[in-house]
């Protein structure tokens, strides 16, 4: 009998935990909010749907004078990524990544720009 009590107790401490970390994870998403100033680049890696098209959007806005699209095909232009899309005031302040194929990579390769 003791044993199935501290079962319950633990199970109990361990939910109330999960509980608090999930409420305080959710009060501090709640609380984000887009950084209002400008950027040096905005670097997008690439692999993830809609990630250059939110790259592009704020490009656009000119939140920064660089966009820096990371981990793009050796054979990909600006043109076949933006297939038929406005982009925008200076296609020159585009920069095509085409050397990384990881996470890992991409954040070396675009250190150097």
Same mark, same amino acid.
């Given at each position: 009998?003791? /044993? @199935? @009590?501290? #079962? ?7 939910? /109330?935990?999960? +509980?608090? +970390? ?7 998403? /709640? ?6 100033? @400008?950027?040096?680049?905005? #670097? #997008? +890696? ?7 098209? *939110? ?5 656009? *806005? *000119? ?8 981990? #793009?095909? @050796? ?20 920069? +095509?990544?085409?050397? /990384? ?13």
């Amino acid at each position: 009998m003791k /044993s @199935k @009590k501290t #079962v319950i107790f633990i199970s109990s401490v361990v939910l /109330s935990l999960l +509980l608090f +970390l999930y409420l305080d994870f959710a009060g501090n998403v /709640s609380g984000y909010r887009e950084n209002a100033g @400008k950027a040096d680049a905005i #670097v #997008v +890696l690439t692999g993830g749907l809609g990630r250059i098209d *939110k790259g592009l959007e704020l490009f656009n *806005k *000119k939140r920064a004078d660089y966009l820096i699209i990371a981990g #793009v095909d @050796k054979d990909a232009t600006i043109e076949s990524i933006f297939f038929k899309r406005d982009i925008g005031f200076n296609a020159g302040k585009i920069i +095509l990544e085409k050397g /990384s194929t990881s996470t890992y990579e991409n954040a070396i390769a675009i250190r150097n720009y």
